[in-house]
Protein backbone atom coordinates (compact mmCIF):
# COMPACT_ATOMS: atom_id res chain seq x y z
CA UNK A 1 0.00 0.00 0.00
CA UNK A 2 1.11 3.77 -0.59
CA UNK A 3 1.15 5.56 2.32
CA UNK A 4 1.70 9.38 2.52
CA UNK A 5 2.95 9.35 6.07
CA UNK A 6 6.39 10.86 5.38
CA UNK A 7 4.69 14.21 3.67
CA UNK A 8 3.35 14.97 7.04
CA UNK A 9 7.02 14.74 8.40
CA UNK A 10 8.02 16.91 5.85
CA UNK A 11 6.01 19.74 6.07
CA UNK A 12 6.27 19.67 9.64
CA UNK A 13 9.81 19.88 9.45
CA UNK A 14 9.80 22.42 6.77
CA UNK A 15 7.53 24.35 8.72
CA UNK A 16 4.57 24.41 6.08
CA UNK A 17 0.81 23.79 6.62
CA UNK A 18 -1.64 21.94 4.72
CA UNK A 19 -3.61 25.56 5.43
CA UNK A 20 -0.46 27.05 3.05
CA UNK A 21 -0.34 23.89 0.77
CA UNK A 22 -4.04 25.07 -0.20
CA UNK A 23 -3.80 29.21 0.22
CA UNK A 24 0.01 29.76 -0.88
CA UNK A 25 0.65 27.01 -3.20
CA UNK A 26 -2.55 26.55 -4.75
CA UNK A 27 -3.45 22.56 -4.01
CA UNK A 28 -7.00 21.61 -3.47
CA UNK A 29 -8.69 20.51 -0.44
CA UNK A 30 -9.82 17.36 -2.11
CA UNK A 31 -6.46 16.28 -2.71
CA UNK A 32 -5.00 17.17 0.77
CA UNK A 33 -7.96 14.69 1.77
CA UNK A 34 -6.94 11.97 -0.80
CA UNK A 35 -3.09 12.29 0.88
CA UNK A 36 -4.49 12.16 4.31
CA UNK A 37 -6.38 9.13 3.66
CA UNK A 38 -3.64 7.38 1.58
CA UNK A 39 -5.93 7.31 -1.74
CA UNK A 40 -4.15 7.79 -5.11
CA UNK A 41 -2.82 10.80 -6.60
CA UNK A 42 -1.32 11.21 -9.76
CA UNK A 43 2.79 11.33 -10.57
CA UNK A 44 2.13 14.96 -11.63
CA UNK A 45 1.00 15.67 -7.96
CA UNK A 46 3.50 14.20 -6.43
CA UNK A 47 6.71 15.88 -8.61
CA UNK A 48 4.61 19.34 -7.35
CA UNK A 49 4.72 18.16 -3.98
CA UNK A 50 8.57 17.55 -4.09
CA UNK A 51 8.76 20.93 -5.69
CA UNK A 52 6.80 22.65 -3.55
CA UNK A 53 8.56 21.51 -0.46
CA UNK A 54 12.30 20.91 -2.46
CA UNK A 55 12.52 17.05 -1.30
CA UNK A 56 12.98 13.57 -2.55
CA UNK A 57 10.17 11.31 -3.41
CA UNK A 58 10.49 9.36 -0.45
CA UNK A 59 10.18 12.84 1.91
CA UNK A 60 6.46 12.39 0.41
CA UNK A 61 5.37 9.11 0.06
CA UNK A 62 6.48 5.19 1.31
CA UNK A 63 5.24 2.16 0.40
CA UNK A 64 3.94 -0.19 3.16
CA UNK A 65 3.11 -4.44 2.73
CA UNK A 66 -0.44 -4.88 3.01
Known sequence: MISYKPLYDTIKKKGIST????????????????????????TVTL???CRILDCKIE????YEKD
Open 19 to 42: YALINKFGLSRSLIDRLKHDKPVT
Open 47 to 49: NDL
Open 59 to 62: DVVM
